[in-house]
């Protein structure tokens, strides 16, 4: 098994620009997460899904929309990137929402917005 | 709401060495679990250890353990014997009985030495 998988690895973009990133599992679980990372602070969760069809804003989505049209795969889009984008995005997904379902993490992708 | 401190943004120790990382939490709930990630520079976060609240006894996995200090809000991870692989950011995260979204602190990293 993969794991949870990202693309792309990184990624430079423009102020304005457009992309959308990419997360894999191959666990069949039910929930996926998306969280950013910036220097001196923990994860933050961006977007959630708790099953295919359905999201949820976490603590900080502005700026961001995802989608989960199939279970395996949960993309985080960015209509109009800003400097304030730039970041580290994990990906990562679980069997249940429960504290005792390890949540699974990618490698993450690093984004830089100039 | 809930939060997680880190008050050691950086440490260092000698290989074989024990070293202790302090984490604090504020929450007026009693059900939760608490959670130690290690993030190597590969940057794939994993999960090193989980406590649940309800119990007193301190969970342990190989040469990493926790005190748990329920009363006092205080989550610390000990790590024996300590290995050059060790080498990683370290994220304290807690997580309600009741929600589905993880916290974490702000990391803490940690520098094995040779």
């Known amino acids: 098994n993969a794991g949870v998988t990202q693309t792309p690895k990184f990624r430079v973009l423009k102020t304005g620009q457009s992309m959308t990133l990419l997360c894999a599992q191959d666990?069949?679980?039910?929930?996926m997460y998306w969280y950013r990372q910036d220097p001196g602070m923990g994860l933050r969760l961006i977007h959630y899904?708790?099953?295919?069809?359905?999201?949820a804003k976490g603590e900080v989505p502005d700026g961001y929309n995802v989608s989960r049209l199939k279970k395996q795969n949960f993309l985080l889009g960015l209509e109009s990137a800003a400097p304030s984008q730039t970041s580290v995005y994990f990906c990562?997904?679980?069997?249940?929402?429960?504290?005792?379902?390890?949540?699974?993490f990618g490698p993450g992708t690093r984004l830089t917005v100039l | 709401a809930q939060t997680v401190t880190q008050s050691q943004p950086e440490m260092s120790v000698q290989e074989a060495e024990t070293v202790t990382l302090s984490c604090t939490y504020d929450t007026s709930e009693n059900n939760y679990y608490l959670f130690w990630y290690k993030q190597p520079p590969s940057r794939q976060m994993i999960l090193v250890i989980r406590?649940?609240?309800?119990?007193?006894q301190n969970a342990t996995e190989n040469r990493f353990s926790v005190n748990f200090q329920k009363a006092a809000k205080s989550f610390s991870l000990k790590i024996s014997d300590s290995q050059l692989g060790d080498t990683a950011m370290y994220f304290c995260a807690f997580m309600l009985n009741r929600d589905d979204k993880i916290i974490f602190g702000k990391g803490t990293r940690l520098h094995i030495l040779p």
């Open positions: 406590q649940e609240a309800y119990k007193q």
């Open positions: 666990m069949n679980h039910e929930y």
């Open positions: 990562a997904s679980s069997w249940g929402v429960n504290p005792t379902d390890t949540q699974y």
């Open positions: 899904s708790v099953g295919e069809g359905t999201t």
